[in-house]
Nanobody, 126 residues
């Protein structure tokens, strides 16, 4: 199993950018699909973006498509979420999650992931 640690959250003005990182322990990170989810106060955890084990497939929620980019560097055991043109509705705690898989696929629901990080807070000021 891998352990995940998110970083890069913070306070940013609306329209600004942040890059989140998800650093993983373990030697088999390349065998894991990774997803980013977010959870705002009083709301359910929602899918943001996902990337397949070899980065061949990426998927995005409609609400972030065209503004967010997910990428990975398996040599560094890290997945990134570049967030541009941030809006007030993007404010949330962002979590990365990993799922061991033999397949080049992405996964969209929290229940499909076994490993989770502790989350990083993203706050948007107007």
């Amino acid at each position: 199993q891998v352990q995940l640690v998110e970083s890069g959250g913070g306070l940013v003005q609306a329209g600004g950018s942040l890059r989140l990182s998800c650093a993983a322990s373990g030697r088999t990170f390349g065998s894991y699909a990774v997803g980013w989810f977010r959870q705002a106060p009083g709301k359910e955890r929602e899918f943001v973006a996902a990337i397949s084990r070899n980065a061949g497939i990426t998927s995005y929620a409609d609400s972030v498509k065209g503004r967010f980019t997910i990428s990975r560097d398996n040599a560094r055991n890290t997945v990134y979420l570049q967030m541009n043109s941030l809006k007030s509705e993007d404010a949330a705690v962002y979590f990365c999650a990993a799922r061991f898989t033999f397949y080049t696929e992405t996964y969209y629901t929290p229940g499909q992931y076994a490993q989770w990080g502790q989350g990083t807070q993203v706050t948007i000021s107007s």
